[in-house]
């Protein structure tokens, strides 16, 4: 599992780290004093555990939670502190664990392993195809979800089921995935090569224990996912059940948004998924837009730059989500951090386009810089 510790004193921090690195099976992947510092880090790393002091300076560590577990809900959240005042609030917000300074050892191994029990304990309600960012296979209760080891044959056979869930619940022709496929090949291997990777696909399938069934006619086949559910397809029906951002909706549209966790097959050069990718990146920057600009209204700066580090994260090449930060920053009165956000452009576009930030960008951060 993986950890981030704040704390806004450095030695609690280094005393902290030290003791989960003797814990087997953890790992730090993040320390930090500023807990505005961590709060980034924990979007952009998305830790398992976050160990989290309350009494800090700014923003306390109770407010800090509620902030993760609105938009991170599958972090888990210890607190660390040396008052017990805090912790009916602490457990309110559903914390794993309230642990009191100074630290036990012994202490911090039993809450290490009470939060690995809760992991293994999974049950089977559902079984889940995911696509986002990769390809994998879960099964799910609904609070717990376990990520089955798929062996596949060959990344032909993986590839080729990648394609027919792009294509599902309808017929694809054969000689269209033989010339996707095995475009090289004469008219006997292609035909041959496919029946030998859709054999492989329907064996793996029955290894995991899936119900997806590839139906094959004269010319083509379809995969028909009957009781398995596909993260997309869950995704996009829940996002179009909420049509506006408001107070009401704010928190499960905010849930939703962080559904999506990385592009279409994003992992995978599979230029067939291109189209499909750039469809579900538009839909999911067009809601992210819409949430950030109500957060925007109401005046909730944090909450609206938690949403375009997220936007950011996805699409790390596009200037928009920086000048965003920059002004949300400015707005938030973090000067460092908008400093951090021009620089990290300029840093961008240099290395990836020869170029500069547009003029307009640059016009503001240089009237920002003298105000």
């Not at 924990?42 to 923003?59: A, H, N, R, S, W």
Request: charged content about 30%.
């Amino acid at each position: 599992m993986n950890a981030i510790v704040i704390d806004d004193e450095p030695l609690a921090v280094e005393l902290l780290e030290k003791k989960l690195d003797e814990i087997e099976g953890i790992a730090v992947i993040g320390k930090y004093t500023n807990p505005h510092r961590g709060l980034e880090a924990i979007i952009k790393k998305q830790p398992d555990i976050v160990f989290l002091d309350i009494d800090m300076p700014e923003i306390n560590g109770i407010e800090l939670a509620d902030k993760v577990q609105r938009t991170l809900s599958d972090i888990k959240i210890v607190f660390i502190t040396a008052y017990p005042d805090y912790a009916v609030k602490a457990f309110e917000l559903k914390a794993e664990d309230y642990i009191l300074k100074p630290i036990q050892s012994k202490r911090l191994v039993e809450t290490i392993n009470h939060i690995s029990k809760i992991d293994k304990k999974k049950l089977d309600s559902y079984p889940m195809v995911c696509c986002f960012q990769n390809l994998y296979f879960i099964k799910h209760d609904g609070e717990n979800s376990q990520v089955i080891d798929v062996h596949w044959r060959t990344s032909k056979a993986r590839e080729l089921f990648a394609y027919l869930i792009q294509h599902r619940q309808k017929f694809v022709r054969k000689d269209v995935i033989i010339e996707h496929f095995w475009q090289d090949a004469n008219w006997k291997d292609g035909y041959g090569q496919l029946y030998s990777t859709i054999y492989q696909i329907r064996k793996t399938l029955a290894s995991i224990g899936f119900n997806i069934t590839i139906i094959s006619s004269e010319n083509s086949y379809k995969l028909e996912l009957n009781d398995v559910l596909l993260d997309v397809d869950e995704w996009e029906n829940r996002m179009e059940k909420l049509s506006f951002v408001n107070k009401d909706t704010l928190l499960q549209y905010k849930k939703l948004l962080n559904l999506y966790k990385g592009d279409f097959l994003g992992e995978d050069d599979y230029l067939w998924a291109e189209n499909e990718r750039s469809r579900l990146r538009v839909l999911w920057l067009g809601y992210v837009k819409k949430a950030a600009n109500y957060l925007i209204d109401i005046k909730k700066y944090s909450d609206a730059i938690i949403l375009y580090l997220q936007v950011q994260k996805v699409q790390p090449l596009v200037e928009e989500s920086y000048f965003m930060l920059m002004q949300l920053y400015n707005a938030f009165g973090d000067r460092y951090s908008v400093k951090k956000q021009y620089c990290g452009l300029k840093k961008m576009l240099q290395e990836e386009y020869e170029a500069m930030p547009s003029e307009a960008i640059q016009k503001w951060y240089q009237k920002w810089e003298k105000s």
